[in-house]
């Protein structure tokens, strides 16, 4: 019988850093490998940040403080989110469809 181990993001980064603090490494080689490994990071998080984003747009037609508040709520870290969240005038288009959206739904 086999069995399957979810690992989720927490655990794995856990997991790498006591391995990687365990080895017997130079510390100035440690800790410049542990700023790379931030670096990667948050750029992750602001590729990922962009796709909510993204998402949070297009499909939920979202305006500025709601994508603010939506990416916030997903755990993305204030400094990314002011970095991408923009100015208001990237929301027009969400802002347009959201109005017809709401206009279609009047009786009459």
Do not use: W
């Amino acid at each position: 019988m086999r069995f399957c181990c979810f690992v989720t993001g927490t655990e794995a980064k856990e997991r790498s850093f006591r391995g990687f603090r365990g080895r017997a490494l130079q510390k100035k080689t440690a800790e410049g490998s542990a700023v790379i490994l931030r670096n990667k990071g948050l750029s992750m998080n602001a590729k990922f940040a962009e796709a909510l984003k993204r998402t949070a747009v297009e499909h939920k037609q979202l305006g500025r403080r709601g994508v603010v508040h939506y990416l916030l709520a997903k755990g993305i870290p204030p400094e990314i989110v002011e970095g991408i969240s923009g100015d208001d005038e990237e929301y027009l288009e969400a802002a347009h469809t959201f109005v017809e959206k709401k206009v279609k739904q009047i009786p009459g």
